[in-house]
């Protein structure tokens, strides 16, 4: 029930909870490392299972417990997909979610599926347990994006322990006194690395609350911190965006948040307005704003690659946007001066320096290291890095070299060995700490008969209130007029659908988007010409836009 304390679990008690359920597994005769999906939701179930397939020498897969759709159909077609690229051999979910499993399983081959009350029934095999090895996979993530094109990343055991290693010791300093509380999802590298294994290696004691409560509720987010005097807490922007709308003022007057000595924030481009107007909203109730942490890192390196200082609050870096734009170079402004000049100046918060693990390197395109202030692509090699992605070889050598340094697709740039992420070469959009993969925005539109495939862009671009808004330009013959106006329809519910976002919608004639050398789509130079078309249109001092503009832009919605 709201607000009610549902389950108390000891780290003993799992232990032992935890190898009852290895033995159970052992009775299934699965081959070493053969993988089981565990749904994610927030119970305690979760983490019985997760550390049993570490006891079994089996691979737990954890998959999202809710992909925010209104379909059920495409819900049980996702869950297919991630049975079906991983692999699985076994599935576990919880009772509610035992009707979607049972119809997305459907002709596979898996050796057991069901609730965790239909696998105590199994046979405990009491050979002794064969615990994962240093170098075995301690997990299979799926990356928090694409639903209908999933990538698992490889982690190992080591590759886990190290990152877990960095980040107790170097970027929380964790104390013996500590406390941690998280809504964040368990199949999200920062909810699962972050608050599932951290507190366990580390011995802290963690309260958790689910997203879809923290969602509906987010005010117990603070409530339980405030009320076990938790240290230490995680959340996207948004999620202190949520909060910073949703308290009141009486709130502020019983709220005691004086305990929360790192406020982490991370998972998506992190915003300092919101962060301080989230302060603002706290004043009184102790809280500092100082606790503020950025940190930077991704599931192919486990979970983390640098923390900001401890106790110093947000470090905002003001560069000149003009600068940054057409010599990928970030020019400090020292003094922002008037309106005017704050509208030419970017700010970008400082993640930190990297754990010590990591060697890092800022390349241009062709390759080349660059130095301090100069913006390119993130490469990191370290101990913590992925493996491989599952069973998609040509996906892993896109990003992977052989001699182990990761493309992480993000630009950014350094200063002084601290690091400034300014965006996502990945084409990723995030909306309200959501990734949402382009390409599962185009093959909608790709599915449509007025549209070929090719035929569609999709990226995001910030709109009036500084939030991501997915954007996808789409080429057809009927690019106007009725019949492109029930296409941009069509597509809007179905995003909606589908992947639970509004999207704003412009069709284009024919053969007009833009492609690489190599004739695959830019979506870089899409996104670039929709930006450069809209600032004309709201430029025009008349209020009139060119006859072909108005009529490409007459269809966004």
């Known amino acids: 029930r709201k607000g009610e304390l549902s389950a108390v679990v000891p780290y003993e008690e799992l232990r032992e909870q935890a190898q009852t359920l290895a033995r159970r597994l052992q009775s299934l005769g699965l081959l070493r490392g053969a993988r089981v999906a565990l749904l994610a939701d927030t119970n305690p179930d979760f983490m019985r299972f997760f550390f049993a397939c570490q006891y079994a020498g089996l691979v737990p897969v954890p998959v999202p417990a809710s992909i925010h759709l209104a379909s059920r159909s495409v819900y049980v077609e996702q869950l297919r997909a991630l049975l079906v690229k991983c692999q699985a051999s076994v599935a576990v979910v919880p009772?509610?979610?035992?009707?979607?499993l049972t119809e997305a399983a459907e002709s596979l081959d898996l050796r057991f599926i069901g609730s965790p009350e239909d696998?105590?029934?199994?046979?405990?095999?009491m050979n002794a347990l064969r615990p994962l090895g240093f170098d075995e996979l301690a997990y299979l993530q799926f990356t928090s994006g694409s639903t209908r094109f999933p990538r698992g990343v490889m982690i190992t055991q080591q590759a886990a322990l190290n990152n877990l290693s960095g980040i107790i010791k170097h970027g929380l300093g964790v104390r013996p006194s500590d406390r941690c509380v998280s809504w964040l999802p368990f199949y999200h590298d920062m909810g699962?690395?972050?608050?599932?294994?951290?507190?366990?290696?580390s011995q802290l004691s963690v309260d958790y609350l689910s997203p879809r409560d923290f969602a509906m509720r987010p005010r117990q987010w603070l409530s339980l911190i405030a009320k076990n005097r938790a240290t230490i807490s995680f959340s996207p922007t948004f999620g202190y965006d949520l909060c910073t709308r949703r308290v009141r003022q009486e709130d502020a007057a019983v709220?005691?948040?004086s305990s929360w000595r790192i406020a982490g924030a991370g998972a998506e481009m992190i915003h300092h307005e919101s962060l301080a107007n989230f302060a603002q909203a706290l004043h009184g109730t102790g809280f500092d704003a100082n606790a503020f942490m950025a940190c930077y890192g991704m599931a192919e390196c486990s979970l983390a690659v640098s923390f900001a200082p401890l106790r110093e609050g947000l470090d905002v870096d003001r560069v000149d946007r003009d600068h940054l734009s057409e010599r990928q170079v970030a020019r400090a402004v020292l003094n922002e001066g008037g309106s005017e000049d704050r509208s030419r100046v970017s700010s970008f918060v400082n993640c930190g320096k990297p754990l010590p693990e990591y060697e890092v390197q800022i390349r241009n395109e062709q390759g080349h290291e660059l130095c301090d202030r100069e913006c390119g692509t993130i490469f990191l090699r370290g101990p913590s890095i992925m493996s491989s992605y599952f069973g998609d070889l040509e996906a892993t050598k896109e990003v992977l070299s052989s001699d182990g340094w990761l493309n992480t697709g993000d630009i950014g740039y350094r200063v002084k060995e601290h690091l400034f992420i300014t965006g996502r070469i990945k084409d990723l959009i995030i909306i309200k700490g959501r990734n949402i993969w382009p390409q599962d925005l185009e093959y909608l539109a790709e599915q449509q008969p007025e549209v070929r495939p090719g035929d569609a862009s999709a990226f995001s671009i910030l709109g009036e209130d500084g939030e991501e808004l997915a954007v996808m330009v789409v080429q057809c013959g009927e690019f106007n007029g009725t019949e492109g106006g029930s296409l941009v329809d069509r597509l809007q519910r179905m995003i909606r659908e589908e992947l639970g976002i509004n999207c704003c919608i412009e069709l284009a004639r024919p053969h007009t988007l833009p492609r690489t050398s190599s004739g695959k789509l830019s979506r870089s130079r899409t996104r670039q010409d929709f930006l450069q078309r809209r600032d004309r249109l709201?430029?025009?001092?008349?209020?009139?836009?060119?006859?072909?503009e108005a009529r490409e832009c007459r269809a966004t919605g």
């Not at 009772?95 to 979607?100: H, R, T, V």
């Not at 699962?192 to 290696?201: D, E, H, I, R, T």
């Not at 025009?540 to 006859?547: D, F, I, K, L």
Request: charge should be negative.
């Open 119 to 125: 696998f105590a029934k199994l046979p405990e095999n």
């Open 255 to 257: 709220l005691d948040l």
């Open 95 to 100: 009772p509610g979610f035992l009707p979607f």
């Open 538 to 548: 709201s430029s025009n001092e008349s209020g009139q836009a060119s006859p072909e």
């Open 192 to 201: 699962l690395v972050g608050f599932v294994l951290g507190p366990v290696a």
